[in-house]
């Protein structure tokens, strides 16, 4: 009787075990999930251009280590397709020192510090096919990786310039709503220049948003800056014999937001200083002497114009009429050339 039910035993463990073997694989085939291809790169890029087609909010950081020490800035972001928006950026004491609201067809622009106000048109929507051509023209792209920023998935790509295979770019889409979560950019020696990444982000897909996002409620007490730079601008005139030049074309955000007259040397010289809030960039006029340019002979309009390097950023001058212009700004040479060639 023993020996049976050893035996019985031997064969319960016997087909247990064989059971188990044979559900290993079975088991294992059920929970292994295959992973999607991922798009390609140049595909979730035109998505990014194209902008989001549900709202969102979020806080980013900016870093910009033009300078030999880095300068970190937060902005608290909110968005709602297809064109509003509402910025507000904090001065280092963490309290708001700029807003900035548009509803797609104006810009409101409110300075806390100065209690200055700007009314504009809002910046024309940007040409997503455009934009596109021009980086493919310029740059090649990396197959997109699958990474991490915002505390959230995302698809990490990186590009590099054609002219010399350095790394230019780096950014981390999401890869649902084509939201640039996070990017790097870097000069053309390969060091960091400038990144900017959401800390937190968002994304109101079923919930509406709240009509008072993109409300601006300005002080009665507050002053109209174009008012101020009118009376300036009037006054540079008067005072050289040229009026200040303003470009036609400015990248998203930026906005002009002082004209100085300085003498430089014996020399009469109009400053005009625009920033979107974070970023500046400044041109300077003044009645050419005929000394020569310094830098880099480069193709510019239907003449030559010379850039340089130096800690501020770019420095691109060149020759219009009597007057020398000079623009200095951190800003991709692209986006420079663009600038300038919009001064009438």
């Keep these: 009787m023993s020996s049976m039910k050893f035996r019985l035993r031997k064969f319960l463990c016997a087909l247990l075990f064989s059971l188990s073997m044979m559900g290993t694989p079975v088991l294992a085939k059920a929970h292994t999930r295959k992973k999607r291809p991922l798009p390609n790169s140049w595909d979730l890029i035109a998505q990014s251009l194209s902008g989001s087609s549900v709202p969102y909010q979020g806080k980013m950081e900016l870093t910009d280590f033009l300078n030999s020490s880095s300068s970190v800035s937060m902005t608290a972001i909110r968005f709602s397709p297809p064109h509003f928006y509402r910025r507000e950026i ?102 960091l220049k400038y990144k900017s990444g959401f800390k937190k982000i968002r994304f109101f897909v079923r919930k509406p948003v709240p009509a008072k996002w993109f409300a601006l409620n300005i002080p009665k007490k507050a002053r109209s800056a174009q008012e101020t730079l009118g009376i300036e601008g009037q006054s540079a005139q008067k005072k050289f014999g040229f009026p200040p030049l303003n470009p036609s074309w400015l990248p998203f955000g930026y906005a002009l937001q002082e004209i100085r007259t300085l003498d430089h040397q014996g020399r009469a010289v109009i400053q005009e200083e625009f920033s979107d809030g974070i970023n500046a960039l400044s041109l300077f006029e003044y009645k050419d002497t005929g000394s020569p340019f310094d830098g880099e002979k480069i193709p510019f309009l239907k003449g030559t114009a010379y850039l340089q390097h130096a800690s501020e950023g770019k420095v691109l001058s060149w020759k219009e009429g009597p007057l020398r212009l000079v623009l200095i700004s951190s800003l991709d040479t692209e986006k420079i050339l663009r600038i300038a060639g919009s001064i009438p």
Excluded: Q
Aim: proline letters at 6%; glycine letters at 6%.
């Design 90 to 191: 904090f001065d280092g004491g963490g309290k708001v020192k700029e807003i900035a609201v548009s509803n797609g067809k104006e810009e409101w622009v409110y300075r806390r510090d100065t209690k200055e106000y700007w009314k504009m048109p809002a910046p024309a929507p940007l040409d997503a096919k455009k934009e596109l051509t021009t980086l493919k023209s310029n740059y090649e792209a990396s197959p997109p990786v699958r990474d991490r920023a915002a505390d959230r998935r995302a698809l990490k790509i990186k590009l590099f310039s054609r002219k010399d295979h350095a790394m230019a770019r780096i950014f981390w889409l999401d890869p649902k709503y084509g939201v640039v979560l996070k990017t790097e950019i870097y000069d053309d020696k390969g060091r």
